[in-house]
């Protein structure tokens, strides 16, 4: 299958600082990436859907001020979590889809753990 | 709406005996349906999927799925379970009719006891 990578894999940063997380189609195209949250046993939350060239779609209840989103090219996508707070901590995932397709198989990152002190 | 409910946050199993994850969907429209599993620290790798045709879908790893249409269900299955195995497996679900993205059960944790 394709590959999906992120980077950093962990980081940690203090209160009130800014976080960017990159996630990378390796060997294809993504015209559509998706970035999720995952808590601690729960499952995968989306925050916003974004298409290469165009502004992000986010979800209900996501602030859109401090998750900036953006997907400049068809093989990267970055997440900046502004001015960060302990309860931003999580694992942030990334995902990417080639085509046009809706159908399309959604291919996903290894992740991001985020720890804000 | 869509929506897929995981009714059992953890299974135990003994290496060998089979296993089987639950998993139940509610869709609008047709069910394009997946299993995923998950590895401590790590991302989701795709398991299976099921679009149209066949109910019994094979995919990695010896893991099996039977899409249910009168019960809306998506059971995981596996003849044979392995320690290996051991990792958080997700359901998940797309509506045909147009959503755009997957969404997610809660996830199952399978513990394969040695």
């Known amino acids: 299958g394709a590959v999906v990578s992120q980077h950093p894999s962990r980081v940690i940063c203090k209160s009130g600082t800014s976080v960017k997380i990159e996630c990378r189609s390796l060997d294809f195209q993504a015209t559509t990436m998706f970035w999720y949250r995952q808590f601690p046993k729960k499952s995968l939350m989306l925050m916003a859907t974004?298409?290469?060239?165009?502004?992000?779609?986010?979800e209900q209840g996501v602030e859109k001020d401090k998750f900036l989103i953006n997907h400049a090219s068809l093989t990267l996508s970055t997440l900046t979590v502004t001015s960060a707070h302990p309860e931003d901590s999580s694992f942030y995932i990334c995902?990417?889809?080639?085509?046009?397709?809706?159908?399309?198989?959604?291919?996903f990152g290894p992740g991001t753990r985020l720890t804000v002190l | 709406a869509q929506s897929v409910a995981q009714p059992e946050d953890q299974v135990n199993v003994a290496e060998g005996n089979p296993l089987t994850v639950k998993c139940t969907y509610s869709?609008?429209?047709?069910?394009?349906l997946f299993w995923y599993v998950q590895y401590p620290n790590r991302g989701l790798q795709f398991l299976l999927k099921?679009?149209?045709?066949?109910?019994l879908v094979k995919g990695s790893y010896g893991f099996e799925a039977e899409f249910n249409k009168s019960q809306t269900s998506f059971h995981l299955k596996k003849p044979s379970a392995l320690v290996s195995d051991s990792a958080l497996y997700f359901c998940?679900?797309?509506?045909?009719?147009?959503?755009?993205?997957?969404?997610f059960g809660t996830g199952t944790r399978l513990t394969v006891i040695p």
């Open positions: 995902s990417a889809r080639g085509g046009m397709s809706s159908y399309n198989e959604q291919f």
């Open positions: 974004s298409n290469e060239g165009s502004k992000a779609t986010y």
């Open positions: 998940a679900v797309r509506d045909m009719a147009g959503a755009n993205n997957l969404f």
């Open positions: 869709v609008s429209g047709n069910p394009y």
């Open positions: 099921y679009i149209t045709g066949d109910n």
